[in-house]
Protein backbone atom coordinates (compact mmCIF):
# COMPACT_ATOMS: atom_id res chain seq x y z
CA UNK A 1 0.00 0.00 0.00
CA UNK A 2 1.58 3.20 -1.08
CA UNK A 3 1.81 5.70 1.92
CA UNK A 4 -0.09 9.37 2.29
CA UNK A 5 1.61 11.94 -0.06
CA UNK A 6 -0.02 11.69 -3.21
CA UNK A 7 -3.79 11.55 -4.75
CA UNK A 8 -6.42 8.76 -2.43
CA UNK A 9 -9.09 7.53 -3.86
CA UNK A 10 -12.40 8.59 -3.73
CA UNK A 11 -16.09 6.92 -3.49
CA UNK A 12 -19.60 8.37 -4.89
CA UNK A 13 -22.71 8.01 -4.09
CA UNK A 14 -25.92 10.91 -4.03
CA UNK A 15 -26.44 13.12 -2.08
CA UNK A 16 -30.66 12.60 -1.90
CA UNK A 17 -32.61 15.88 -1.08
CA UNK A 18 -35.75 15.18 1.13
CA UNK A 19 -37.42 17.18 3.68
CA UNK A 20 -35.94 16.90 6.85
CA UNK A 21 -32.53 19.13 6.46
CA UNK A 22 -32.52 21.59 9.29
CA UNK A 23 -32.56 25.32 7.92
CA UNK A 24 -36.02 26.09 6.54
CA UNK A 25 -36.77 28.70 8.37
CA UNK A 26 -34.60 31.64 10.85
CA UNK A 27 -31.17 29.48 10.27
CA UNK A 28 -32.94 26.64 11.81
CA UNK A 29 -35.69 24.22 10.84
CA UNK A 30 -39.35 24.86 12.86
CA UNK A 31 -40.24 22.21 15.85
CA UNK A 32 -42.66 19.89 15.20
CA UNK A 33 -44.82 17.82 16.05
CA UNK A 34 -43.90 14.77 18.16
CA UNK A 35 -40.09 16.13 18.03
CA UNK A 36 -37.78 14.90 20.85
CA UNK A 37 -36.03 16.54 23.76
CA UNK A 38 -35.15 20.11 25.30
CA UNK A 39 -32.57 22.25 23.59
CA UNK A 40 -31.19 25.60 24.68
CA UNK A 41 -29.12 27.87 22.77
CA UNK A 42 -26.91 29.52 25.77
CA UNK A 43 -25.20 25.75 26.14
CA UNK A 44 -26.38 25.07 29.21
CA UNK A 45 -27.95 21.91 29.98
CA UNK A 46 -31.97 21.79 30.95
CA UNK A 47 -33.70 19.02 33.04
CA UNK A 48 -36.28 17.16 31.27
CA UNK A 49 -39.61 17.58 32.21
CA UNK A 50 -40.64 14.13 32.17
CA UNK A 51 -37.60 12.44 33.86
CA UNK A 52 -36.01 9.71 31.70
CA UNK A 53 -36.83 6.89 34.16
CA UNK A 54 -40.53 7.40 33.77
CA UNK A 55 -42.28 4.55 31.97
CA UNK A 56 -42.85 5.82 28.82
CA UNK A 57 -39.54 7.09 28.25
CA UNK A 58 -41.03 10.47 27.13
CA UNK A 59 -39.54 13.94 27.10
CA UNK A 60 -41.37 17.54 26.26
CA UNK A 61 -41.40 18.31 23.01
CA UNK A 62 -40.41 22.01 22.40
CA UNK A 63 -40.79 24.32 19.31
CA UNK A 64 -37.45 25.60 18.37
CA UNK A 65 -38.12 27.60 15.25
CA UNK A 66 -36.88 30.80 17.31
CA UNK A 67 -33.82 29.67 18.33
CA UNK A 68 -30.46 30.08 16.07
CA UNK A 69 -28.43 27.40 16.22
CA UNK A 70 -25.10 28.76 14.23
CA UNK A 71 -22.29 28.37 16.26
CA UNK A 72 -23.65 26.97 19.90
CA UNK A 73 -23.28 24.28 21.80
CA UNK A 74 -27.00 22.51 22.71
CA UNK A 75 -28.19 20.20 25.04
CA UNK A 76 -30.77 17.65 24.02
CA UNK A 77 -32.29 15.15 26.03
CA UNK A 78 -33.09 12.33 24.30
CA UNK A 79 -34.42 8.91 24.95
CA UNK A 80 -30.80 7.56 26.39
CA UNK A 81 -29.71 10.43 28.22
CA UNK A 82 -28.37 14.08 27.86
CA UNK A 83 -26.32 14.91 25.20
CA UNK A 84 -24.00 18.06 23.94
CA UNK A 85 -24.71 19.12 20.03
CA UNK A 86 -22.48 21.86 18.92
CA UNK A 87 -23.38 22.95 15.35
CA UNK A 88 -21.35 25.01 13.03
CA UNK A 89 -22.31 25.91 9.20
CA UNK A 90 -25.23 26.79 7.07
CA UNK A 91 -28.29 24.65 7.90
CA UNK A 92 -29.58 24.07 4.70
CA UNK A 93 -26.40 22.75 3.42
CA UNK A 94 -25.69 18.76 4.28
CA UNK A 95 -25.50 17.38 7.41
CA UNK A 96 -21.39 15.95 8.68
CA UNK A 97 -22.00 14.59 11.82
CA UNK A 98 -19.18 14.05 14.26
CA UNK A 99 -17.56 12.03 17.46
CA UNK A 100 -14.36 12.37 19.08
CA UNK A 101 -12.41 9.78 20.88
CA UNK A 102 -12.21 8.95 24.72
CA UNK A 103 -12.02 12.29 26.82
CA UNK A 104 -12.01 14.30 24.26
CA UNK A 105 -15.12 16.96 22.47
CA UNK A 106 -15.16 18.70 19.13
CA UNK A 107 -12.76 21.61 20.52
CA UNK A 108 -9.54 18.90 21.61
CA UNK A 109 -10.51 16.81 18.43
CA UNK A 110 -11.71 18.57 15.31
CA UNK A 111 -10.11 21.83 15.77
CA UNK A 112 -6.69 21.00 14.20
CA UNK A 113 -8.71 19.86 10.97
CA UNK A 114 -10.80 22.97 10.94
CA UNK A 115 -8.26 25.49 11.59
CA UNK A 116 -6.79 24.00 8.25
CA UNK A 117 -7.92 27.15 6.00
CA UNK A 118 -8.56 24.36 3.13
CA UNK A 119 -10.33 21.50 5.19
CA UNK A 120 -12.28 24.43 6.45
CA UNK A 121 -12.82 25.68 3.25
CA UNK A 122 -13.96 22.08 2.29
CA UNK A 123 -16.43 21.25 4.97
CA UNK A 124 -18.11 24.04 5.46
CA UNK A 125 -18.95 25.15 1.97
CA UNK A 126 -20.43 21.73 1.82
CA UNK A 127 -21.38 21.07 5.12
CA UNK A 128 -23.69 21.94 8.21
CA UNK A 129 -21.20 20.07 11.18
CA UNK A 130 -22.80 18.46 13.99
CA UNK A 131 -20.48 18.02 16.90
CA UNK A 132 -21.55 15.71 18.92
CA UNK A 133 -19.80 15.07 22.32
CA UNK A 134 -19.90 11.44 23.97
CA UNK A 135 -22.20 12.14 27.52
CA UNK A 136 -20.29 14.80 30.16
CA UNK A 137 -17.56 15.59 27.54
CA UNK A 138 -18.55 18.88 26.41
CA UNK A 139 -16.85 22.11 27.77
CA UNK A 140 -17.73 22.94 31.31
CA UNK A 141 -19.52 19.69 31.69
CA UNK A 142 -21.41 18.89 35.11
CA UNK A 143 -20.50 15.21 36.56
CA UNK A 144 -23.03 12.73 35.65
CA UNK A 145 -24.86 11.76 38.48
CA UNK A 146 -23.67 7.97 39.83
CA UNK A 147 -27.02 6.53 40.24
CA UNK A 148 -27.27 6.91 36.29
CA UNK A 149 -26.40 3.23 34.47
CA UNK A 150 -24.18 3.70 32.29
CA UNK A 151 -24.60 3.69 28.70
CA UNK A 152 -24.24 1.15 26.15
CA UNK A 153 -22.25 1.46 23.06
CA UNK A 154 -25.84 0.56 21.01
CA UNK A 155 -27.29 3.83 23.76
CA UNK A 156 -25.22 5.99 22.27
CA UNK A 157 -25.68 5.04 18.81
CA UNK A 158 -29.46 5.29 19.40
CA UNK A 159 -28.32 8.45 20.50
CA UNK A 160 -26.55 9.57 17.53
CA UNK A 161 -30.60 8.47 15.96
CA UNK A 162 -32.25 10.66 18.53
CA UNK A 163 -29.81 13.51 17.40
CA UNK A 164 -30.75 13.81 13.79
CA UNK A 165 -34.65 12.89 14.80
CA UNK A 166 -34.65 16.26 16.88
CA UNK A 167 -33.10 18.34 14.14
CA UNK A 168 -35.14 16.73 11.30
CA UNK A 169 -32.05 15.24 9.32
CA UNK A 170 -32.45 12.42 7.19
CA UNK A 171 -28.91 10.85 5.58
CA UNK A 172 -25.78 12.54 6.97
CA UNK A 173 -22.35 12.03 6.66
CA UNK A 174 -20.01 10.87 9.46
CA UNK A 175 -16.63 11.58 10.63
CA UNK A 176 -15.42 9.47 14.00
CA UNK A 177 -12.08 9.11 15.77
CA UNK A 178 -10.99 5.95 17.25
CA UNK A 179 -13.73 5.15 20.19
CA UNK A 180 -16.22 7.66 17.85
CA UNK A 181 -15.37 6.23 14.82
CA UNK A 182 -16.36 2.49 16.10
CA UNK A 183 -19.75 4.65 17.52
CA UNK A 184 -20.39 5.86 14.03
CA UNK A 185 -19.28 2.70 12.17
CA UNK A 186 -22.39 1.12 15.14
CA UNK A 187 -24.95 3.43 14.09
CA UNK A 188 -24.30 2.97 10.24
CA UNK A 189 -24.64 -0.65 11.08
CA UNK A 190 -28.42 -0.20 12.63
CA UNK A 191 -29.54 2.77 10.59
CA UNK A 192 -28.10 2.04 6.93
CA UNK A 193 -30.71 4.29 4.90
CA UNK A 194 -29.86 7.04 7.18
CA UNK A 195 -25.88 7.13 6.23
CA UNK A 196 -24.30 8.58 3.13
CA UNK A 197 -20.57 7.85 4.16
CA UNK A 198 -18.48 7.09 6.83
CA UNK A 199 -14.83 9.21 7.20
CA UNK A 200 -12.90 7.51 10.24
CA UNK A 201 -9.83 8.07 11.77
CA UNK A 202 -8.02 5.06 13.29
CA UNK A 203 -11.22 3.51 13.77
CA UNK A 204 -11.67 0.09 16.22
CA UNK A 205 -14.11 -2.42 15.01
CA UNK A 206 -13.39 -5.39 16.91
CA UNK A 207 -13.84 -5.82 21.08
CA UNK A 208 -11.19 -4.72 22.73
CA UNK A 209 -7.94 -6.66 22.91
CA UNK A 210 -6.26 -7.63 26.16
CA UNK A 211 -3.76 -5.15 25.66
CA UNK A 212 -6.24 -2.85 25.02
CA UNK A 213 -8.63 -4.28 27.67
CA UNK A 214 -5.67 -3.75 30.22
CA UNK A 215 -4.92 -0.34 29.77
CA UNK A 216 -8.66 0.86 29.94
CA UNK A 217 -8.82 -0.91 33.11
CA UNK A 218 -5.83 0.87 34.60
CA UNK A 219 -7.29 4.19 33.11
CA UNK A 220 -11.11 3.14 34.77
CA UNK A 221 -9.58 2.58 38.12
CA UNK A 222 -7.20 5.61 38.84
CA UNK A 223 -10.27 7.73 37.27
CA UNK A 224 -12.22 6.54 39.62
CA UNK A 225 -10.06 6.95 42.69
CA UNK A 226 -7.91 9.77 41.85
CA UNK A 227 -9.62 11.42 38.97
CA UNK A 228 -7.74 12.97 35.94
CA UNK A 229 -4.46 12.85 36.97
CA UNK A 230 -0.99 12.75 35.23
CA UNK A 231 -0.90 8.92 34.51
CA UNK A 232 -4.03 8.97 32.95
CA UNK A 233 -3.38 12.10 30.98
CA UNK A 234 0.09 10.21 29.39
CA UNK A 235 -1.50 7.31 28.53
CA UNK A 236 -4.18 9.15 26.48
CA UNK A 237 -1.60 11.35 24.94
CA UNK A 238 -0.17 7.89 24.19
CA UNK A 239 -3.33 6.53 22.60
CA UNK A 240 -3.51 9.69 20.61
CA UNK A 241 -0.55 11.10 19.20
CA UNK A 242 2.98 10.05 18.16
CA UNK A 243 5.88 10.02 19.68
CA UNK A 244 7.58 12.49 17.21
CA UNK A 245 4.85 15.45 19.02
CA UNK A 246 4.57 13.59 22.51
CA UNK A 247 8.18 15.14 23.10
CA UNK A 248 11.04 13.09 25.42
CA UNK A 249 13.55 13.80 27.97
CA UNK A 250 15.21 16.00 25.41
CA UNK A 251 12.22 17.69 23.28
CA UNK A 252 9.74 19.34 25.49
CA UNK A 253 5.93 18.34 24.20
CA UNK A 254 4.81 19.71 21.29
CA UNK A 255 1.85 22.99 21.17
CA UNK A 256 -0.64 20.17 20.05
CA UNK A 257 0.03 17.83 23.02
CA UNK A 258 0.27 21.09 25.36
CA UNK A 259 -2.98 22.39 24.28
CA UNK A 260 -4.36 18.90 24.31
CA UNK A 261 -3.14 18.05 28.12
CA UNK A 262 -5.03 21.44 28.95
CA UNK A 263 -8.12 20.60 27.70
CA UNK A 264 -7.93 17.02 29.24
CA UNK A 265 -7.34 18.38 33.08
CA UNK A 266 -10.67 20.28 32.25
CA UNK A 267 -12.70 16.92 32.11
CA UNK A 268 -15.10 15.43 34.57
CA UNK A 269 -12.76 12.20 35.65
CA UNK A 270 -15.53 10.24 36.39
CA UNK A 271 -17.32 11.48 32.85
CA UNK A 272 -14.48 9.88 31.00
CA UNK A 273 -14.44 6.72 33.35
CA UNK A 274 -17.88 6.07 32.36
CA UNK A 275 -17.36 6.27 28.61
CA UNK A 276 -14.47 3.87 28.82
CA UNK A 277 -16.50 1.35 30.61
CA UNK A 278 -18.79 1.40 27.91
CA UNK A 279 -16.10 1.46 25.10
CA UNK A 280 -14.19 -1.74 27.08
CA UNK A 281 -17.47 -3.18 26.86
CA UNK A 282 -18.12 -3.22 22.96
CA UNK A 283 -18.90 -5.81 20.97
CA UNK A 284 -17.11 -7.08 17.55
CA UNK A 285 -18.96 -5.88 14.40
CA UNK A 286 -16.95 -7.38 11.85
CA UNK A 287 -19.94 -9.65 10.51
CA UNK A 288 -21.64 -6.36 9.96
CA UNK A 289 -18.92 -4.81 8.24
CA UNK A 290 -19.85 -6.47 4.80
CA UNK A 291 -23.26 -4.93 5.06
CA UNK A 292 -22.55 -1.24 5.28
CA UNK A 293 -24.49 0.62 2.39
CA UNK A 294 -21.87 3.71 2.36
CA UNK A 295 -18.86 4.34 1.28
CA UNK A 296 -15.91 4.32 3.93
CA UNK A 297 -12.95 6.09 3.88
CA UNK A 298 -10.59 5.15 6.45
CA UNK A 299 -7.43 7.20 7.66
CA UNK A 300 -4.82 5.94 10.32
CA UNK A 301 -1.22 7.17 11.48
CA UNK A 302 1.55 4.36 10.89
CA UNK A 303 2.50 5.41 14.43
CA UNK A 304 -1.32 4.41 15.64
CA UNK A 305 -1.75 1.86 18.72
CA UNK A 306 -5.15 0.90 16.34
CA UNK A 307 -3.26 0.56 12.88
CA UNK A 308 -3.46 -3.31 12.55
CA UNK A 309 -7.33 -2.58 13.63
CA UNK A 310 -7.85 -0.03 10.90
CA UNK A 311 -5.96 -2.28 8.10
CA UNK A 312 -8.31 -5.12 9.41
CA UNK A 313 -11.46 -3.23 8.86
CA UNK A 314 -10.37 -2.29 5.83
CA UNK A 315 -9.86 -5.41 5.19
CA UNK A 316 -13.35 -6.60 5.60
CA UNK A 317 -15.01 -3.81 4.14
CA UNK A 318 -15.93 -4.21 0.14
CA UNK A 319 -12.81 -3.32 -1.54
CA UNK A 320 -14.90 -1.31 -4.31
CA UNK A 321 -16.51 1.20 -1.30
CA UNK A 322 -13.48 1.26 0.43
CA UNK A 323 -9.69 3.12 0.62
CA UNK A 324 -7.70 3.33 3.58
CA UNK A 325 -5.02 6.46 3.95
CA UNK A 326 -1.67 5.25 6.26
CA UNK A 327 0.03 8.51 7.31
CA UNK A 328 3.62 8.85 7.73
CA UNK A 329 4.72 9.32 11.15
CA UNK A 330 1.45 9.83 13.08
CA UNK A 331 -0.34 8.63 15.30
CA UNK A 332 -4.25 7.73 16.16
CA UNK A 333 -5.86 11.24 15.97
CA UNK A 334 -4.93 12.54 12.84
CA UNK A 335 -7.26 15.07 13.01
CA UNK A 336 -4.96 17.22 14.86
CA UNK A 337 -1.48 15.73 14.57
CA UNK A 338 -1.63 16.15 10.23
CA UNK A 339 -4.83 17.38 9.19
CA UNK A 340 -3.43 18.60 6.20
CA UNK A 341 -2.96 14.90 5.12
CA UNK A 342 -6.48 14.12 5.34
CA UNK A 343 -7.53 17.00 2.86
CA UNK A 344 -6.77 15.93 -1.08
CA UNK A 345 -8.21 12.31 0.17
CA UNK A 346 -11.58 13.74 1.74
CA UNK A 347 -11.80 15.90 -1.61
CA UNK A 348 -11.59 13.05 -4.23
CA UNK A 349 -14.31 11.27 -1.55
CA UNK A 350 -16.35 14.39 -1.86
CA UNK A 351 -16.57 14.99 -5.19
CA UNK A 352 -17.94 10.99 -5.82
CA UNK A 353 -21.38 13.51 -4.01
CA UNK A 354 -20.54 15.75 -6.27
CA UNK A 355 -19.17 18.17 -3.55
CA UNK A 356 -16.35 20.37 -4.39
CA UNK A 357 -13.94 22.88 -2.85
CA UNK A 358 -15.34 26.49 -3.67
CA UNK A 359 -12.47 27.73 -5.98
CA UNK A 360 -13.10 24.27 -8.20
CA UNK A 361 -17.46 24.82 -9.24
CA UNK A 362 -19.29 27.74 -8.68
CA UNK A 363 -22.21 25.85 -7.69
CA UNK A 364 -24.32 25.23 -4.41
CA UNK A 365 -23.88 21.93 -2.23
CA UNK A 366 -27.89 22.61 -1.40
CA UNK A 367 -28.20 20.87 -5.51
CA UNK A 368 -25.63 18.44 -5.18
CA UNK A 369 -24.40 17.21 -8.71
CA UNK A 370 -25.00 13.82 -10.09
CA UNK A 371 -22.62 11.94 -8.61
CA UNK A 372 -21.88 10.51 -12.14
CA UNK A 373 -20.41 13.87 -13.52
CA UNK A 374 -16.83 12.22 -12.24
CA UNK A 375 -15.86 10.09 -14.92
CA UNK A 376 -15.23 6.23 -13.36
CA UNK A 377 -11.66 6.26 -14.41
CA UNK A 378 -11.11 9.11 -12.25
CA UNK A 379 -12.62 7.28 -9.36
CA UNK A 380 -10.77 4.11 -9.46
CA UNK A 381 -8.29 3.34 -6.56
CA UNK A 382 -4.81 3.08 -8.94
CA UNK A 383 -5.73 6.79 -10.39
CA UNK A 384 -6.26 8.31 -7.39
CA UNK A 385 -2.80 7.35 -5.81
CA UNK A 386 -3.63 5.49 -3.06
CA UNK A 387 -4.11 1.72 -3.43
CA UNK A 388 -6.18 -0.69 -1.38
CA UNK A 389 -5.19 -3.21 0.83
CA UNK A 390 -4.69 -6.34 -1.19
CA UNK A 391 -6.54 -9.11 -1.85
CA UNK A 392 -3.76 -11.54 -0.30
CA UNK A 393 -3.53 -9.45 2.90
CA UNK A 394 -7.36 -10.05 3.09
CA UNK A 395 -6.66 -13.57 2.57
CA UNK A 396 -4.05 -13.71 5.83
CA UNK A 397 -6.17 -11.53 8.03
CA UNK A 398 -8.68 -14.24 7.92
CA UNK A 399 -6.12 -17.28 8.00
Same mark, same amino acid.
Given at each position: ?????????????????????????????????????????????????????????????????????????????????? &???? *? #????????????? =? *??????????????????????????????????????????????????????????????? =????? =??????????????????????????????? @????????????????? &??? %????????????????? !?????????????????????????????????????????????? =????????? !???????????????????????????????? @?? &????????????????????? #?????????????? %?????????????????????????????????? %????
Amino acid at each position: MRRWGSKPTAAGASWREKEGVVGETGGGRSGREGRRGHVTSTGAPVQSAAGMGDSGGSVMSVDVERISFGGKEHHIQTNHGS &VSVA *I #YGDHDKPALITYP =D *IALNHMSCFQGLLFCPEAASLLLHNFCIYHISPPGHELGAAPILLSTPVASVDDLADQVADVL =DFFGL =DSVMCLGVTAGAYILTLFATKYRERVLGLIL @VSPLCKAPSWSEWFYNK &VMS %NLLYYYGMCNVVKDILL !QRYFGKGVRGCSNEPESDIVQACRSFLDQRQGMNVWRFIQTINERK =DLTENLNQL !QCRTLIFVGENSQFHAEAVYMTAKLDSRYSAL @VE &VQACGSVVTEEQPHAMLIPME #YFFMGYGLYRPSQI %NCSPRSPLNPFCVSPELLSPESMGVKLKPIKTRA %NLKA
